[in-house]
């Protein structure tokens, strides 16, 4: 069923006097249509006929002229979120197998940014943008500045939208929002292109409660799809700043037969870290590591001193593998507010945090140089 959006009433309302744009969603076309060539934000297999991916924050970009672009989505699992000349989003929620048609648009030429909102339990896909004959225009360059989140839920946007604690699994879904996480808005703010390699509820060597011992971020950030044991390799992905916020270990701790107390599941940690962060210098070298670190301010002696020790534990393995530049980064927990679901940042804090990240780097402004 043929679904139409008019957009005519929220350009309005943001004062812009460009014709209203309208988006319908049906079938995919049978008319003749080329492929823009896309500048691709994130990790995804690229196919002859479509990009797959599952990691969120996954974006594409690309340029043409004339009044009308073709969305086409094989994905009924996810929402997306388009902007054509930076103008206002049209959200398009679990399009199916479709073609999302934005037409309406001013003569000349435009730039098109898709970028996904939710996580993804499963690969899905993206067919392209695709316009009439003779109106594609080169893809937008890659920015020269490259960053990369490795982490959990805060950095994906977990029900970052919502305005409760207690949510369904559906609610969160429907309230999840990469890109207004503090990791995308930081990227952006730094006019960066970034990748979100982070899943909800997992960590470094142990899961959120203990769940999925098979599926940590050590054994999953390699992937190109967490879902699926094919390698990522792109020897133009070289991220200048590195940024891991891996704590999901602790989370539901219970001691059991690998880890009896706390103390030995900070031990192995804190030496998995190391190799980590190892495993990373060899395939960044230039790049500078800051990790998303415990405040322990308040904290008994005894947690101080472990933290401590971890810590040197993992700055001495990342330095003897190579890593030039390492930075920990406690954050400060009691100046923010966790009102989402299950604990999670909303949104508002979300942009908060953002600002806290964005003031680290701006301390730094080497880091971009790889130094």
Request: hydrophobic fraction near 40%; include cysteine; charge should be neutral.
């Amino acid at each position: 069923m043929l679904r139409l959006l008019i957009l005519s009433a929220a350009l309005a309302m943001a004062g812009d006097v460009r014709p209203p744009q309208r988006v319908r969603i049906a079938p995919p076309a049978s008319e003749a249509l080329e492929d823009l060539p896309i500048h691709v934000g994130g990790r995804v297999e690229a196919t002859a006929t479509s990009y797959r991916h599952q990691w969120p924050g996954v974006y594409f970009e690309a340029a043409f002229r004339g009044r009308r672009v073709v969305l086409r989505f094989d994905d009924a699992i996810n929402e997306w979120r388009a902007s054509i000349d930076g103008g206002p989003p049209v959200t398009i929620d679990r399009p199916g197998k479709t073609d999302a048609t934005i037409d309406g648009l001013s003569p000349g030429a435009h730039h098109i940014r898709l970028d996904k909102v939710t996580e993804s339990a499963a690969p899905a896909r993206f067919g392209g943008f695709l316009v009439g004959p003779g109106s594609s225009l080169p893809a937008p360059q890659p920015r020269q500045r490259q960053i990369e989140f490795i982490g959990d839920s805060s950095m994906a946007g977990y029900a970052a939208r919502a305005d409760r604690i207690d949510c369904t699994e559906a609610q969160v879904r429907a309230t999840t929002d990469t890109p207004d996480a503090f990791a995308a808005l930081a990227a952006q703010h730094f006019g960066a292109d970034y990748q979100v390699n982070a899943i909800s509820g997992r960590g470094l060597i142990r899961n959120f409660g203990g769940t999925a011992p098979q599926g940590t971020m050590e054994q999953l950030w390699p992937r190109r799809l967490p879902a699926e044991p094919a390698l990522y390799r792109d020897p133009h992905w070289q991220p200048q700043i590195v940024m891991l916020k891996l704590q999901a270990d602790f989370a539901g701790f219970r001691p059991d037969a690998r880890w009896p107390t706390l103390d030995a599941l900070v031990a192995d940690y804190a030496k998995h870290y190391g190799q980590f962060l190892a495993r990373l210098q060899g395939r960044y070298p230039r790049a500078v590591f800051l990790l998303w670190w415990f405040d322990t301010s308040g904290a008994p002696p005894e947690q101080v001193a472990m933290l401590r020790a971890a810590e040197t534990q993992i700055g001495t393995a990342a330095r003897t593998a190579g890593a030039r530049d390492i930075l920990f980064l406690p954050f400060p927990t009691a100046e923010f507010r966790a009102t989402a679901c299950h604990g999670h940042y909303g949104l508002a804090e979300q942009r908060r945090i953002a600002d806290w990240l964005v003031r680290t780097i701006d301390a730094h402004p080497a880091f971009w140089d790889g130094r």
